[in-house]
């Protein structure tokens, strides 16, 4: 079974700063695919980033980027210029590669908080 | 026009009800699923269907039964309510193949008391 962990359960940066979630993973697979979602207090779950396990390329996306490590199993998310809007829980995520079935496994979650 | 719509949004009910959440994705996705999340903000997922047809089904209580009548809308029917079903339950829906983004809705925000 795949496991996510994100071993920080709450971090707080000062706004416009860069901040960096962590978030390993344990697999036997060799293709599979990773995401980071936000949750703000609305509960509305958001896609922030998404990463292909084969693609070697580190996703980005606007102020957020990810750092992959594949040999590692590592998948980190660094917010660079951080906003007050980016309050929120952040969900480290796996998914098997298998055709139409997409079970995505969650991490317990990070609670960020952006001081003013 | 929101793409994944759940109904209710709140719900609180007695211990020993039956209730049901209902689900609708307007993205034209195939593949349909229900997540729980706990107090501690544990997300796990349910079930999930593609084209009305059952694909992950976890270790759930038979006491939940999702029913999907078209590939548009799925619904979760919960019989004999516990406190411990007290949690948030999101609907999501993703696109047909290997590695699609999942999109969720709002949730519902079921109660037992």
């Known amino acids: 079974a795949q496991t996510v962990t994100q071993s920080q359960p709450e971090m707080s940066v000062q706004e416009a700063e860069t901040v960096t979630l962590s978030c390993t993973y344990d697999t036997s697979e060799n293709n599979y695919y990773l995401f980071w979602y936000k949750q703000p207090p609305s509960r509305q779950m958001i896609l922030v980033i998404r990463q292909e396990a084969y693609k070697q390329q580190n996703a980005t996306e606007n102020r957020f980027s990810v750092n992959f490590q594949k040999a590692a199993k590592s998948f980190s998310l660094k917010i660079s210029d951080s906003q007050l809007g980016d309050t929120a829980m952040y969900f480290c995520?796996?998914?098997?590669?298998?055709?139409?079935?997409?079970?995505?496994?969650f991490g317990a979650g990070t609670r960020l908080t952006v001081k003013p | 026009d929101t793409a994944v719509s759940q109904t209710p949004k709140y719900l609180v009910t007695q211990m020993g009800n039956d209730k049901s959440i209902k689900c609708e994705q307007n993205l034209g996705h195939d593949t349909m699923y229900w997540y729980k999340q706990d107090s501690k903000k544990f997300l796990k997922i349910m079930f999930s269907y593609n084209n009305k047809e059952l694909i992950i089904n976890e270790t759930v209580p038979n006491r939940f039964s999702p029913k999907s009548p078209d590939k548009a809308h799925l619904n979760l029917h919960i019989n004999s309510l516990e406190l411990g079903d007290s949690a948030v339950y999101f609907c999501a829906s993703s696109p047909w193949g290997s590695g699609n983004t999942i999109y969720f809705g709002e949730g519902s925000w079921l109660t037992v008391v």
């Open positions: 995520a796996f998914m098997k590669y298998r055709y139409n079935n997409n079970d995505m496994r």
